[in-house]
């Protein structure tokens, strides 16, 4: 279990993880953490594509919120295949990244199509949280 300071929340639980399952094992870190370091609010993301959030339920965290889904735009070349953050192909940067100018009208999506690129996007994630003076 690894964690980093967040900004809005004291911390963020970035990752947990097991190579064998260990009943308990979660919240036993969990509690080490808290017991180390005194926490006051914990968040952490859940990718709703791949998992359900049951270990926060387990580990007292409550669902505050769902993230909306977010893309990358990934080309077609399957011999050498491009993917790009949505914020490295902001109309602004594009110019740069393909090293040639866009008629102003043309729109980040009508630009990155063009160059042979599909949005591939995520289901969203679930944001949860923990408090240590919540109930």
């Known amino acids: 279990m690894s964690f980093n300071v ?5 911390w963020e639980l970035v990752r947990y993880c097991q190579s064998q399952p260990i009943i308990g094992g979660a ?10 370091y005194s926490p006051k609010s914990i968040i952490s993301f859940c990718d709703i ?8 339920k387990k580990l007292g965290f409550k ?3 769902i993230n909306e889904p977010r893309f990358v735009w990934s080309n077609k070349n399957e011999k050498n295949p491009v993917v790009l953050s949505r914020r490295q192909c902001q109309r602004h940067k594009l110019e740069r990244l393909f090293g040639e100018q866009f008629p102003k009208e043309m729109s980040e999506k009508t630009i ?3 160059k042979g690129f599909v949005r591939l996007f995520d289901c969203g994630n679930q944001a949860w ?5 919540c109930p």
């Open 6 to 10: 967040h900004k809005k929340h004291q």
């Open 27 to 36: 919240e036993k870190l969990l509690k080490a953490f808290v017991d180390e």
């Open 49 to 56: 594509a791949k998992f359900t959030g049951g270990v926060y």
């Open 63 to 65: 669902l505050d919120h």
């Open 112 to 114: 990155m199509e063009s």
């Open 129 to 133: 949280i923990w408090c240590a003076t």
